[in-house]
C-alpha cells in the first residue's frame, strides 16, 4: 500500500494563479482531512470529509475548496493565491477521526 | 485561548534522561485525546492515543487527567532518535469530526 500520497511536493505560485493540491489513499478510509502548517500555529483544519461527496469546513477555509467524488481522492482547491497561503499543506486520511495517517505533504510559497 | 496549548520548549535533555510534556485543553466534551510525533519537515505520525486509565507503551506513557482538562506524555530512557516534536491532539468543537492539534513542543536529545 502507498499510504497517503500528495502532489506536488513543492510549489511556487504567483498572487492571483490557480492550483490543485492533489491527495489520495488507498487504505479504503472514508474520513479525509485537509491541514495547513505555519510556524508556531500548530496544524489547522481547512476541509474534512466523511465520505464520497460530503465534504465541510474546518477552522480555516477561507479560499480554498474541496470536493470528494470518489473514496481515494480528496484534492484541495486554490481559487487565487494569496501570499497568506503560504505554507505546508499536509492531508491526511483515517477510518474515523481516531487515527489519522498523513500524507508527506505539499510546501507551497506564494509570491 | 487556544483550543489546546502546549508549552513550545524546546526541551534540551541529555540521553538516558526521564522528560515530561503537559498538554491543556479547552472543550470539556472532547472525547478522544492522542500524541503525535514530528520529525522535521515530515509528517505527523501517531504516536499513541490517551486513555482515561492512563497507557504505557515501552518508554512512554501517557496520562489523561478530565477534570483539570490536560494530557501528560512521559518518556524514560531518551534516546536521541525521540529528538522531535510532540503534538498534543484532541478531537474538535462539537459536531465536527475533527482533530484540533496543539502547536508542539520540540524535544532535543543530546548524547
Known amino acids: 500500500n502507498a499510504g497517503v500520497t500528495q502532489t506536488p511536493k513543492f510549489q511556487v505560485l504567483k498572487t492571483g494563479q490557480s492550483m490543485t493540491l492533489q491527495c489520495a489513499q488507498d487504505m479504503n478510509h472514508e474520513y479525509m482531512s485537509w491541514y495547513r502548517q505555519d510556524p508556531g500555529m500548530g496544524l489547522r483544519l481547512i476541509h474534512y470529509s466523511v465520505g464520497a461527496g460530503i465534504t465541510d469546513q474546518g477552522e480555516v477555509p477561507n479560499g480554498y475548496n474541496v470536493s470528494r467524488s470518489t473514496t481515494e481522492d480528496f484534492p484541495l482547491r486554490l481559487l487565487s493565491a494569496a501570499p497568506s497561503q503560504t505554507s505546508v499543506y499536509f492531508c491526511?486520511?483515517?477510518?474515523?477521526?481516531?487515527?489519522?495517517?498523513f500524507g508527506p505533504g505539499t510546501r507551497l510559497l506564494v509570491l | 485561548r487556544k483550543e489546546v496549548e502546549q508549552d513550545p520548549g524546546p526541551f534540551n535533555v541529555p540521553e538516558g534522561a526521564t522528560v515530561a510534556f503537559n498538554c491543556t485543553y479547552s472543550?470539556?466534551?472532547?472525547?478522544?485525546f492522542f500524541w503525535y510525533r514530528q520529525d522535521c519537515r515530515k509528517e505527523p505520525k501517531l504516536l499513541m492515543s490517551?486513555?482515561?486509565s492512563g497507557n504505557e507503551d515501552g518508554r512512554f506513557t501517557a496520562q489523561l487527567n478530565r477534570a483539570s482538562q490536560y494530557i501528560s506524555l512521559l518518556i524514560r530512557d531518551s534516546k536521541l532518535s525521540d529528538s522531535a516534536t510532540y503534538l498534543c491532539v484532541v478531537n474538535g468543537k462539537a459536531g465536527r469530526r475533527a482533530l484540533t492539534f496543539g502547536s508542539g513542543t520540540r524535544l532535543q536529545v543530546q548524547p
Open positions: 491526511a486520511s483515517g477510518r474515523g477521526t481516531e487515527t489519522q495517517y
Open positions: 490517551v486513555y482515561s
Open positions: 472543550n470539556s466534551a472532547s472525547q478522544s
